[in-house]
C-alpha cells in the first residue's frame, strides 16, 4: 500500500507534497476524513508505537494540559482517534516502510 494521511490547511504538509512524486499514493485528508481505527493500526504494526504517531504540537497538547499527564500507548490511540489533529503529519507509507512527521531527513529519504 502507498498512501499519504496529511492536512490540507497543513503549510508544512502542503510544501512536502508539492516537492515529492505523490503518483501511485492514496492521498488521505484526515481533517474530511479521518483515520480509522483499523488504519490506525495498521499503522502501529509499522511503527509498534502510537507514540511515535502522536504530535504534541496540536493546540489541543497544551489546552487539555496533556503535558503533565503520564500518557499509555493506549492513551496516544484513543487520542488520535478522537481527535484529527493529534496525528503527527504527514503519515507516508510506502508499502512496508512508513514515514511520520517532517522533520528534513525523514522527508528527504522518501523523495
Known amino acids: ?3 499519504i494521511y496529511h492536512l490540507k490547511t497543513c503549510d508544512t504538509c502542503r510544501r512536502i507534497l508539492k516537492e515529492m512524486d505523490t503518483s501511485g499514493f492514496i492521498l488521505q485528508e484526515i481533517k474530511t476524513e479521518p483515520i480509522t481505527v483499523k488504519q490506525l493500526d495498521e ?3 509499522l511503527t509498534q508505537s502510537y507514540e511515535v504517531l502522536f504530535s504534541r ?3 489541543k ?3 487539555m494540559d496533556l503535558k503533565s499527564q503520564r500518557l499509555s500507548e493506549k492513551d496516544y490511540r484513543l487520542l488520535i482517534l478522537d481527535e484529527y489533529t493529534f496525528l503527527k ?6 508499502e512496508n516502510e512508513v514515514y511520520v512527521g517532517n522533520k528534513k531527513k525523514r522527508v528527504t529519504v522518501i523523495k
Not at 503529519?89 to 510506502?94: A, D, G, Y
Request: hydrophobic content about 50%; glycine content about 0%; charged content about 35%.
Open 1 to 3: 500500500m502507498k498512501k
Open 43 to 45: 499503522l502501529f504494526a
Open 57 to 59: 504540537m496540536a493546540k
Open 61 to 63: 497538547y497544551k489546552e
Open 89 to 94: 503529519r504527514p503519515v507516508i507509507v510506502n
